[in-house]
């Protein structure tokens, strides 16, 4: 215990001598300050506040990430090419204490710095008495599932084309999963939709007098903007709707004394023309939670997380390979990983007739599959939206990225180091 106390303290005082730690401190602190003046807005406070937090906050969290991901790879990799991590170990200090205490220096390091910026954003009077939302979506049936119940049909269908059916059942599967995702269901006029909610008789622990909310986005057909009407009811809540289509509208909703079904909230169109949505994407129903201060400390621990399995993922490579080589594999892996949603979803899976596409795309769907449980709770976009980060996600991500992979990473780079040796 005491090696790593001390392979810690003096891993972070040379982040603090070498300068590095002031020199991020000032450019993360110098961007939040600049994006006040530099970050172009709709003109409108909701506006800007969502700029705030997605390209000023957004902006030190990716520089931060960049920077702990080359600091990483060079920790071991710099002290076993100029032969002083031969000196460390033979003090004795165990290569696990190494590996772990670098990793902590480094995330301590790291959540400091970004503990300004956020103390920065919550002081701004921008942010003064917000309250955040837990964000109810209707139980469907997922994707997958409904892909495999679809398959058998829409390959017996004449209309589905032959390269498709030539195709594999996963590939097939793939697609269907995607068309899942983007089912529209259209309400015509004076007719009503429901969806269920179940759970949700008890809102905020029990009372049903918390008033929630709910959020709709709207298309039609031609995707014209045209006017919707309609009411919608919740467990005996009741709102309007009076907007353009294809606009995220948010109604409160206020109780009432009609009847209705229990954990269900139901859309009725009363305008002249048939509306369509998304049910696993643009319905969703608002429930009052906490302060925006508390759903900012959470969103802090996820993003301390994910700097943390960086960090470890860095140190692993460090440990392993020299330090240009690491630094490469871990930029072309954060690359991978930043475009790799954008192309999986952008190129059809009937087109992958070449060998070489194929390859490529099964790289990029392993990685995908890898970084997607860290990558999902990617908390800046709901922090913006004043959507709640939920606790037990909080919670989940730091077990997960700060202690469980990061202690794998660790004991595996103290494996390769000792081989090294």
């Keep these: 215990m005491i090696s790593l106390w001390r392979i810690f303290w003096l891993e972070a005082v040379s982040l603090v001598r070498s300068w590095t ?6 450019a993360s602190l110098g961007w939040m300050f600049a994006a006040n003046f530099v970050l172009v807005t709709d003109a409108t406070d909701e506006g800007k506040r969502e700029m705030l937090v997605l390209y000023g906050l957004g902006g030190v969290f990716a520089l931060l990430i960049v920077a702990v991901l080359a600091a990483a790879t060079g920790m071991i990799a710099a002290e076993r090419e100029s032969k002083r991590l ?3 170990q033979v003090r004795p200090v165990s290569s696990f204490a ?3 205490g670098k990793f902590l220096a ?3 390091v790291a959540a400091a710095i970004l503990a300004f910026p956020c103390v920065t954003l919550l002081a701004s009077s921008e942010f003064s008495g917000r309250s955040c939302n837990h964000v109810y979506r209707p139980l469907l049936e997922s994707p997958k599932e409904e892909a495999l119940k679809m398959y058998d049909v829409y390959m017996s269908d004449p209309e589905t084309p032959p390269l498709v059916k ?3 059942k996963p590939v097939v599967l793939r697609i269907l999963e995607q068309r899942a995702k983007d089912h529209y269901q259209t309400v015509q006029t004076n007719e009503t939709a429901s969806w269920a909610f179940p759970g949700l008789y008890d809102w905020s622990n029990g009372s049903l007098f918390v008033e929630p909310a709910a959020r709709l986005r709207f298309s039609n057909t031609f995707s014209m903007r045209d006017e919707v009407y309609g009411t919608i009811l919740a467990n005996g809540f009741f ?5 353009i289509t294809q606009t995220a509208v948010t109604v409160p909703l206020h109780l009432c004394q009609l009847e209705w079904n229990h954990d269900v909230l139901s859309f009725r169109n009363m305008g002249d023309k048939p509306v369509m949505l998304r049910p696993r994407q643009d319905v969703e129903l608002l429930v009052p939670a906490d302060s925006f201060a508390w759903n900012l400390f959470r969103s802090y621990i996820v993003m301390v997380s994910v700097l943390a399995l960086v960090a470890a993922f860095g140190v692993f490579l460090g440990s392993g390979l020299s330090r240009p080589v690491a630094l490469f594999v871990a930029f072309v892996m954060l690359i991978v ?3 790799g949603p954008s192309v999986i979803e952008q190129y059809p899976d009937s087109l992958e007739t070449d060998a070489v596409d194929r390859f490529g795309l099964t790289i990029v769907r392993a990685v995908e599959t890898c ?4 990558s999902a709770l990617a908390p800046l976009s709901k922090l913006a939206a004043d959507d709640c980060v939920e606790p037990k996600d909080a919670l989940g991500a730091f077990a997960a990225d700060f202690v469980l992979a990061p202690l794998v990473l660790c004991l595996l780079s103290a494996l390769v180091m000792r081989r090294k040796m």
């Design 371 to 374: 970084v997607k449980p860290p």
């Design 21 to 26: 730690a002031l020199m991020l401190l000032v």
């Design 98 to 100: 190494i590996a772990w």
């Design 239 to 243: 709102g309007i709707v009076s907007n």
């Design 337 to 339: 990983v930043e475009m």
């Design 86 to 88: 031969q000196l460390t």
């Design 106 to 108: 480094l995330v301590a």
């Design 166 to 168: 030539k195709a594999k």
